[in-house]
């Protein structure tokens, strides 16, 4: 048995993410923003017609999971092995105050080379290796011809996505970050898995309720 697509989804926005602040595995729900992109994006995964729905345990992927079950009535199974890569002590700053007492590894994130965040935190490598576990679990877990949403976040998708398809490690960095409640689609061909769909997303009309109000408007 083995699924024939995968829709690996990213959460809703978050206040952090507004903000550029690093997350990582810190507990952080959707934002005001968040909260209506979640249901617009599952209204349009609904159109997947998916048959099983995955999510990382934290709170903003539960929430964003939460909106697919209210219009397809899936049930969530929970698989800590989504979540977001874990930055550690780096959590709840910037890259610009981590930059103050490690220039050095903000230098090396931003010109793209796989750096450990903090000494308790991972790198990209660990990240991949989980992620792809877990996308090889869960897809041949689901009977031939399923359709599987997995719910996530933005770096350990990438990462994932990336592993799981066999690309280098040196050229992991060809995937850009997805955005808020956008998606990215793996199909099952003969020949093995393909990415047919990347940064897919429907919610450019939804307007941020916290942004000030256009004076022209």
């Avoid at 995968?6 to 206040?15: A, C, D, F, L, S």
């Avoid at 103050?100 to 935190?121: H, L, W």
């Avoid at 090889?136 to 031939?144: A, G, H, L, N, R």
Wanted: net charge negative.
């Amino acid at each position: 048995m083995t699924a024939s697509r995968m829709i690996i989804w990213r959460h809703g926005r978050t206040e952090w993410n507004a903000t550029g602040v690093m997350q990582g595995q810190v507990d952080i729900p959707l934002d005001d923003l968040g909260l209506l992109q979640a249901p617009a994006a599952a209204k349009l995964l609904a159109g997947y017609r998916p048959s099983a729905l995955y999510a990382s345990d934290l709170a903003r992927t539960r929430q964003t999971a939460e909106a697919l079950v209210e219009v397809t009535g899936l049930e969530i199974t929970f698989d800590a092995r989504l979540r977001e890569i874990h930055v550690g002590s780096w959590g709840g700053l910037s890259h610009d105050q981590v930059a103050e007492f490690d220039p050095e590894a903000v230098a090396k994130i931003k010109a793209g080379e796989d750096v450990r965040r903090s000494e308790t935190g991972e790198d990209h490598r660990e990240v991949a290796e989980r992620v792809v576990e877990a996308y090889t679990e869960i897809s041949e877990s689901e009977p031939d011809g399923a359709v599987v949403v997995l719910a996530m976040h933005g770096l350990a998708a990438r990462l994932g996505i990336a592993s799981f398809l066999g690309v280098p490690e040196q050229h992991w960095n060809i995937f850009t970050g997805m955005d808020n409640c956008a998606w990215a689609i793996l199909d099952r061909k003969a020949l093995g898995w393909r990415l047919t769909g990347y940064n897919l997303t429907g919610l450019t009309d939804i307007p941020d309720p916290v942004a000030p109000l256009d004076p022209k408007s």
